[in-house]
């Protein structure tokens, strides 16, 4: 009996404790994929602001600064000419917002070939050979067959996209097309369908950004709420059961609220009590507030970024999170953009140039861009330290006076610390160059001296 008493007393404090009951209220929770359709995507980005800018800013972003082009001679005006005919950076710019909105999204290089199924030879690009460019969403291509040969070039790609143009469909290659995804898939094989697009950004973000929507619209019905008259009436409840009486306290109190809004007086019978009641606001801004910081943290865009709001706190700039973001955007243009483009570049440099000079490339522009005397200072220590290394003071130089001469120019034309400074040493040489030799000045002083005598 004593044993049956303890195994109940057990099995009581294991059922309030929770132990090994299986009554854990995280014990049934799971992850489940429920993939958000197209016209989901096309309402929350037409309609809801969040979703908008979530899509819209790291495209727009990306290509703000663009990139520079750098070649010896002529050759970067007709580049930039190039991109500038093909929209190359309006081209960009769509497809990546295409692609972060539907999950994927291509730009199709055209050049006039018939048959846009076999490969694109890059090599075969004359001058003006690329057309035009032409962006395609993933609702356009579909994509076939895996390529699933670790020798091909495109292995893990798709081996064709079809393109569906009202009752025809044709087929292209991918080395025709500059793909860009939206949240890339971690395993194309254990992906519903086996798509090789990518996910809609908004997919992951979407429940976030619901609930900081549901809670800004809920904040707006209190608004409504914030101040409620209550008027204490002697038999109301008893005397409801007239319809005449109903009538008459609507139209009472219609007439009541009318003078009120009018006068600002509040005519009342003398048994009648009236007080007021306020709703209080403070701390719901706190409330939204991280409700919309969760998203901005869904989304790796920061709040002040996302938001256009001010940064919190003392001493707070937001300079951290925003060099955080473009350093991210940095680390995709050479990811992801860099690599999915390089046909189009190959394409564009021949098409603009006729052939592939060796020495042309591009770098990315940088998407922080420094104050005036943030310039000043890095301009000021890196002369300081120039001037250290030639010597200063009296002492020997660090570095030949040459070599630290170009040097020093190539990081303020870089830099762009002196506009124009490269046209000017073209022009006028460097103080290296100009400095006379030690023959210079030996005869120099000869001739000084015979013209004295």
Same mark, same amino acid.
């Given at each position: 009996?004593?044993?049956?008493?303890?195994?109940v007393?057990?099995?009581?404090t294991?059922l309030?404790?929770?132990?090994?009951t299986?009554?854990?209220?995280?014990?049934?929770?799971?992850?489940?994929?429920t993939?958000?359709?197209d016209?989901e995507?096309?309402a929350?980005?037409?309609?809801?602001w969040?979703?908008?800018?979530?899509v819209?800013?790291?495209?727009?972003d990306?290509?703000?600064?663009?990139?520079?082009?750098?070649?010896?001679?002529?050759?970067?005006e007709?580049?930039?000419?190039?991109?500038?005919?093909?929209?190359?950076?309006g081209?960009?710019?769509?497809a990546?917002?295409?692609?972060?909105?539907w999950g994927?999204a291509?730009i199709?290089i055209?050049?006039?070939?018939?048959?846009?199924?076999?490969?694109?030879?890059?090599?075969?690009?004359g001058?003006?050979?690329?057309?035009?460019?032409?962006?395609?969403?993933?609702?356009?291509?579909?994509?076939?067959e895996?390529?699933?040969?670790?020798?091909?070039e495109?292995?893990?790609?798709?081996?064709?996209?079809?393109?569906?143009?009202g009752?025809?469909?044709?087929?292209?290659?991918?080395?025709?097309?500059?793909?860009?995804?939206?949240?890339?898939?971690?395993?194309?094989?254990?992906?519903?369908?086996?798509s090789s697009?990518g996910d809609?950004?908004?997919?992951?973000?979407?429940d976030?950004?619901?609930q900081?929507?549901?809670t800004?619209?809920?904040?707006?019905?209190l608004?409504f709420?914030?101040?409620v008259?209550?008027?204490k009436v002697p038999?109301?409840? *008893?005397? %409801?059961?007239?319809?005449d009486? @109903?009538? =008459?306290i609507?139209?009472?109190y &219609?007439l /009541?609220?009318?003078?009120k809004?009018?006068?600002?007086?509040?005519?009342?019978?003398?048994?009648e009590?009236?007080?007021?009641?306020?709703?209080?606001?403070?701390?719901?801004p706190?409330?939204?507030?991280?409700?919309?910081q969760?998203v901005?943290?869904?989304?790796?865009?920061?709040?002040?970024?996302?938001?256009?709001q001010?940064?919190?706190g003392?001493?707070?700039?937001?300079e951290?999170?925003l060099r955080?973001?473009?350093d991210?955007?940095?680390?995709?243009?050479?990811?992801?953009?860099?690599?999915?483009?390089?046909?189009?570049?190959?394409?564009?440099?021949?098409?603009?140039l006729?052939?592939?000079?060796?020495d042309?490339?591009?770098?990315? *522009?940088p %998407?922080w861009g420094?104050?005036e @005397?943030? =310039?000043?200072?890095?301009?000021? &220590?890196? /002369?300081?330290?120039?001037?250290?290394l030639?010597?200063?003071n009296?002492q020997?130089?660090?570095?030949p006076?040459?070599?630290?001469s170009?040097?020093?120019?190539?990081?303020?034309?870089?830099?762009g610390?002196?506009?124009g400074?490269?046209?000017?040493i073209?022009?006028?040489g460097?103080?290296?160059?100009?400095?006379?030799?030690?023959?210079?000045i030996?005869?120099a002083?000869a001739?000084?001296?015979?013209?004295a005598?």
């Open positions: 009996m004593a044993n049956v008493i303890a195994l007393r057990d099995s009581l294991n309030v404790s929770r132990m090994g299986g009554r854990d209220k995280a014990a049934s929770s799971f992850y489940a994929f993939p958000l359709s016209p995507l096309l929350a980005y037409r309609t809801a969040l979703p908008r800018k979530i819209d800013i790291p495209a727009f990306a290509v703000r600064s663009w990139r520079d082009w750098q070649a010896e001679g002529d050759s970067i007709p580049i930039e000419a190039e991109e500038k005919r093909l929209n190359v950076r081209k960009v710019f769509e990546k917002v295409k692609a972060r909105l994927g291509a199709h055209g050049t006039g070939d018939a048959d846009l199924a076999a490969l694109l030879e890059i090599e075969r690009v001058k003006g050979g690329v057309k035009y460019l032409t962006v395609l969403s993933r609702r356009q291509l579909t994509a076939g895996i390529d699933r040969d670790p020798a091909s495109f292995y893990g790609q798709p081996k064709f996209f079809t393109l569906t143009a009752t025809a469909q044709v087929q292209i290659h991918p080395s025709r097309l500059v793909i860009f995804q939206g949240n890339t898939q971690p395993d194309v094989d254990l992906v519903e369908g086996q697009w809609s950004v908004l997919q992951s973000v979407m976030a950004i619901k900081a929507d549901g800004a619209a809920n904040i707006a019905s608004v709420e914030a101040k008259d209550i008027i038999n109301f409840m *008893a005397s %409801l059961a007239s319809e009486y @109903k009538a =008459k609507l139209e009472r &219609t /009541a609220n009318t003078a809004g009018i006068n600002g007086t509040l005519l009342l019978d003398k048994e009590e009236y007080e007021q009641k306020s709703a209080s606001f403070a701390t719901l706190d409330v939204l507030d991280r409700f919309l969760i901005s943290g869904a989304a790796d865009i920061p709040a002040t970024r996302l938001l256009g001010a940064p919190a003392m001493n707070a700039t937001g951290s999170d955080n973001y473009y991210r955007l940095s680390a995709m243009q050479e990811v992801e953009m860099t690599p999915a483009m390089h046909r189009l570049d190959e394409a564009l440099i021949r098409s603009a006729g052939s592939r000079p060796s042309v490339y591009y770098e990315w *522009a %998407l420094m104050s @005397k943030e =310039k000043a200072d890095v301009f000021k &220590t890196k /002369a300081d330290a120039g001037r250290t030639a010597g200063g009296g020997s130089p660090l570095i006076i040459d070599a630290l170009e040097a020093l120019i190539n990081a303020f034309v870089e830099d610390s002196l506009p400074l490269e046209a000017a073209e022009e006028f460097t103080l290296a160059e100009q400095e006379p030799s030690e023959e210079d030996v005869a002083a001739a000084n001296q015979n013209a005598a």
